[in-house]
């Protein structure tokens, strides 16, 4: 879960101001946050242009955060474009699937794969058992190397009748 920092949305793309009674970045402690958003807060309070804001350059705050000029040229374009919390915070992945088949999927697949193979089979290929997936709905498409996968992490032995 994301803290919060406590500073107002910035009024220009290069002024921000500190929300009222904060004298300090104490809000940025490193007990409560990561360290990239302590370094890319303390990178905006150093590049702050607005009315006694220290408007360091992007070499002097490199220097003193001890991180890169682009670093800091990447979080100063943040947060122009998408305000603080673009420029603090990353973004989460979208549209990354990690897993393609939940644990009832794989227990189909397993117990599948324990069964006797079809008929005119010796035994089961990884494109049967794909195939096969597919037929009894089990999932809507899968690859053979998915199925590869999925059957390598568990311990049951295909083609042999002791588990040993």
């Not at 302590?38 to 009315?51: C, M, R, V, W, Y």
């Not at 800091?72 to 699937?97: C, D, M």
């Not at 117990?111 to 999932?139: I, M, Q, Y």
């Amino acid at each position: 879960m994301r803290r919060p920092l406590c500073l107002a949305r910035p009024s220009t793309s290069s002024a921000w101001q500190r929300p009222s009674g904060t004298d300090s970045p104490g809000w940025c402690a490193p007990a409560s946050n990561p360290a990239r958003v302590i370094t890319h807060a303390h990178i905006l309070l150093k590049s702050d242009a607005g009315d006694g804001g220290p408007a360091w350059g992007d070499e002097g705050i490199a220097a003193a955060l001890d991180c890169g000029t682009r670093t800091v040229a990447r979080v100063r374009k943040a947060f122009a474009e998408g305000g603080l919390e673009a420029a603090v915070h990353r973004k989460k992945p979208t549209g990354r699937q990690y897993r393609k088949l939940d644990g009832a999927q794989e227990a189909k697949l397993v117990a599948l794969a324990c069964s006797p193979a079809p008929e005119g089979r010796g035994r089961w290929t990884l494109k049967l058992l794909a195939d096969r997936l597919v037929e009894l709905e089990v999932v809507g498409a899968i690859s053979d190397e998915t199925v590869r996968r999925t059957l390598k992490k568990t311990n049951s032995s295909r083609g042999s009748s002791s588990s040993g």
